[in-house]
Every structure is written in structure tokens, then in C-alpha cells.
């Protein structure tokens, strides 16, 4: 392959370099560096070896998706140390507080106050005043036990 008049390892260096600065200035935390390092390899194969556009392309694919997967499971390994991942999810939130019951439960259904909103709770027939620990969130319900 040859892109106005230079030989392909240049043409494949400038992608991939271009493709690895996108990643850094433009999209960072995407595959673009996964990309790029495909181009750089291609670049290393296209100085060494001198093929025909088509294997050049078919090659470039397969090493982009090899370097997307490695990159994938580079990533997907990383440990998410985020302090706000819990915020919204109201299973992990609330599992294992222990709320007061605001009314009874009497067959199988009542309301507990966490916090300044009331819920509707499922667990076993407590009276009202009661403490229970919420063992699970299921949908807009509370599922309790006894503390």
C-alpha cells in the first residue's frame, strides 16, 4: 500500500499515533489506544514485510479486535474504586439498616420510615414501633426481618 507516494509503515505509523493521541486528548478511557497500538504493529509488519492492501486491511482488522479484547479485559479487570458506585442503588444502600416499623405488618405487608420517606415493607406480622433490619429491596418494597 502506498499513500501518496510514501511507503505503508508511515502511513500505518501516523494512524496509529494519531489514533493514540485522540485517545489521550480527545475520548480518553476508550479503545482508541487499543486501535492505534494495532496501527503501530501494522507498521512494524508493513517495514518488514511487503504485502497487498487487501491483507494489509484484513490484517489491521484482526489485530484491532485482538488489541480491542486485550484492552477489554485490561480494563475490565481494573478494580472501580468509585465512592459514589452505591448512590443509586437502593439494594446496596439499604441492605442491613435497621428502620421502625410506622404502621403494622399484618398479612405480610405494612410500612417502615427510612429516613424522611415511608415504605412499604414485606416481612413476617410485627406491630407498629417494631425494628427491623431490611434484608432486600425488591422494586418499590422493603423486605424485612426482625431486628
Known amino acids: 500500500m502506498s499513500l501518496l507516494g510514501l511507503p505503508p509503515v508511515w502511513g500505518w505509523l ?3 499515533l494519531a489514533l493514540m493521541a485522540l485517545e489521550v486528548v480527545v475520548a480518553p478511557g476508550t479503545y482508541l489506544l487499543w486501535i492505534g497500538l494495532a496501527a503501530l504493529a501494522m ?3 508493513a517495514g518488514i514485510v511487503t504485502l497487498p492492501l487487501t491483507l494489509e486491511l484484513a490484517l489491521f482488522g484482526a489485530l484491532a479486535l485482538g488489541s ?7 480494563y475490565g479487570r481494573r478494580a472501580v474504586n468509585d465512592a459514589a458506585q452505591d ?5 446496596r444502600t439499604l441492605r ?3 428502620v421502625m ?4 405488618i399484618e398479612n405480610g405487608s405494612g410500612q417502615a420510615r427510612v429516613s424522611d420517606t415511608v415504605w412499604r ?5 410485627l406491630p407498629a414501633g417494631t425494628k427491623v433490619r431490611i434484608i432486600s429491596v425488591d422494586g418499590a ?3 424485612v426481618e426482625p431486628a
Do not use: E, K
Open 96 to 98: 442491613g439498616q435497621v
Open 87 to 91: 448512590l443509586h442503588d437502593l439494594s
Open 101 to 104: 416499623l410506622a404502621t403494622a
Open 121 to 125: 415493607v414485606n416481612g413476617p406480622d
Open 14 to 16: 501516523g494512524l496509529g
Open 43 to 45: 507498521a512494524l509488519i
Open 141 to 143: 418494597t422493603l423486605v
Open 68 to 74: 480491542a479484547v486485550l484492552g477489554w479485559m485490561v
